[in-house]
């Protein structure tokens, strides 16, 4: 099998329907094809064999779809790269997994090209005209290169918070009837329109939103990145039915100070992911927007979906649903035994969508693969129905005391403040207690609120000691490039 076949089939079932589109310019199914064709004659033209990784440094342009399938069609491993990275990041990715060649965005080349050039790594500049040129000098490969099932396709590298970021080879059985499952989850067909606004080299843009609109013959409109005000303009612009983004997406599009006067009658579905979603957030953007929010969850190393709020099930608001069609999960404790109904322990994942290691790391796979199952380091709890509910991650958790806070929760009060547009809890460092709480915030524009406030606000809700003890008002929150609050970046007040 070979995961390019979800685009050759849709091609030949569907060759004239718009497959990807960015504003004014768009690909057909049997035209993406084509060009698919000619990178991976380009590629075996050049000495690209099945099995050598090519990096893709391309941001959510349809060129990215064209040369993620002209690699996996060549039998080679696609490594995704934040467009973001700098040039002794791109040098690691690339001496790490071996890279034979690299396709750059033009926009990107100054760092990227100096860490390619250093490893005798090939360079591929991505534009509009050369890069066009390039191909159709290319005999484009026309037989698709069949590879095992177990086979790597795509290797996803984690953000390495923890430590040195790893690749997560993931094959093309995992992508594939993770792709499927996706499709079925969200009810994709033809008709679909998907707005792309996650970033493609990310799992859940990946293949929630590329490789599932493709395999259901969908169109995906892509954003390169993303503003509220671009993303309502194209909900209403290209009829969009299906939205997938990070909570802080949602905040975003709820909290634009001109949403109502886009028309987005046609949104039907959106799924969120890659962090907790607020209940109130949920409630809010359900209201405004009259329609569905489905929550799930997954990571790089699970393909990425591992469970999900089903639509045709009751869905709980706060959970992360129940698993996905072959997957199973477990919250077990530290012995790695399940703990009871309503107990907090660590999710586990065994199934279909499991990756196969981390590349040239067997010790770490060992360490996070443990008899079949897969240790996410997420904290969660289960209810009698056998609805997942995640608590926190294993990292953010403060002890306080000898107690155990869970931001999440204090989290879920804040943002039930009508002034809270977003907010983030972490521990700090206390000479006497280990950690005490923090929450940094951002308020809603032409809303107003003190520290002070905010403070009582949650004091009167939580127990003792679980109330943000310092809590500051910062205009934005660090985000990351899926648009992910990142905790570690940010300094409470004093610190530098």
């Given at each position: 099998m070979n995961l390019a076949e979800i685009l050759s089939d849709a091609a030949a079932r569907a060759g004239e329907r718009v497959a990807i589109k960015l504003d004014d310019f768009e690909l057909n199914y049997?035209?993406?094809?084509?060009?698919?064709?000619?990178?991976?004659?380009?590629l075996r033209g050049r000495g690209v064999n099945p099995g050598d990784r090519v990096a893709?440094?391309?941001?959510?342009?349809?060129?990215?779809?064209?040369?993620?399938?002209?690699?996996?069609?060549?039998?080679?491993?696609?490594?995704?790269?934040?467009?973001?990275n700098r040039r002794r990041e791109v040098h690691f990715f690339l001496q790490d997994c071996g890279a034979k060649a690299v396709f750059i965005w033009k926009d990107f080349l100054a760092e990227a090209q100096p860490a390619a050039e250093e490893l005798g790594c090939e360079c591929l500049t991505v534009d509009l005209e050369q890069f066009t040129q390039t191909l159709m000098a290319a005999e484009p490969l026309e037989q698709m290169t069949q590879c095992d099932a177990q086979d790597t396709a795509v290797m996803l590298y984690t953000s390495g918070t923890t430590g040195t970021p790893k690749g997560a080879e993931l094959t093309h059985a995992n992508l594939h009837t993770n792709c499927v499952a996706s499709a079925e989850l969200f009810a994709l067909a033809q008709e679909a329109v998907v707005l792309g606004a996650l970033p493609l080299f990310h799992a859940f843009g990946q293949t929630c939103a590329l490789n599932t609109c493709m395999y259901a013959g969908g169109m995906l409109t892509l954003i390169p990145r993303f503003d509220a005000g671009k993303a309502l303009e194209i909900i209403q612009r290209d009829r969009v039915s299906v939205f997938e983004g990070v909570p802080s997406m949602y905040g975003a599009m709820l909290n634009a100070p001109d949403r109502e006067r886009y028309d987005t009658s046609t949104l039907k579905l959106c799924a969120s992911g890659g962090a907790a979603l607020p209940v109130e957030l949920m409630r809010g953007f359900e209201r405004a927007f009259h329609c569905k929010i489905l929550e799930g969850y997954g990571l790089s190393e699970t393909s990425p979906v591992a469970s999900f709020n089903h639509p045709d099930r009751e869905r709980k608001?706060?959970?992360?649903?129940?698993?996905?069609?072959?997957?199973?999960?477990?919250?077990?404790?530290?012995?790695?035994?399940?703990?009871?109904?309503?107990?907090?322990?660590?999710i586990v994942i065994r199934g279909h969508n499991v990756m196969k290691g981390y590349w040239g790391r067997p010790e770490a796979t060992a360490a996070a693969i443990r008899d079949g199952w897969f240790h996410s380091g997420d904290l969660a709890r289960v209810d009698a129905d056998g609805y997942f509910f995640i608590v926190d991650r294993k990292k953010d958790m403060i002890i306080r005391n000898g107690f155990n806070v869970y931001p999440r929760e204090i989290e879920e009060v804040l943002y039930a403040h009508p002034a809270v547009r977003e907010a983030a809890v972490i521990g700090l460092p206390h000479p006497e207690y280990g950690e005490e709480v923090g929450a940094a915030v951002a308020l809603k524009a032409g809303h107003q609120a003190t520290p002070q406030e905010l403070q009582e606000f949650v004091r009167g809700q939580v127990a003792a000691y679980k109330y943000p003890r310092s809590v500051w008002i910062v205009e934005e929150l660090p985000k990351g490039p899926t648009g992910k609050i990142l905790k570690r970046e940010i300094q409470p007040p004093g610190v530098s």
């Open positions: 049997a035209l993406l094809d084509q060009v698919a064709m000619r990178v991976a004659g380009l893709l440094i391309v941001p959510n342009v349809p060129q990215f779809a064209a040369i993620y399938y002209g690699i996996l069609r060549a039998g080679a491993v696609v490594v995704p790269l934040n467009v973001l608001p706060g959970s992360i649903g129940t698993p996905i069609r072959g997957v199973e999960m477990r919250v077990v404790d530290v012995n790695d035994q399940e703990v009871p109904v309503g107990e907090v322990g660590e």
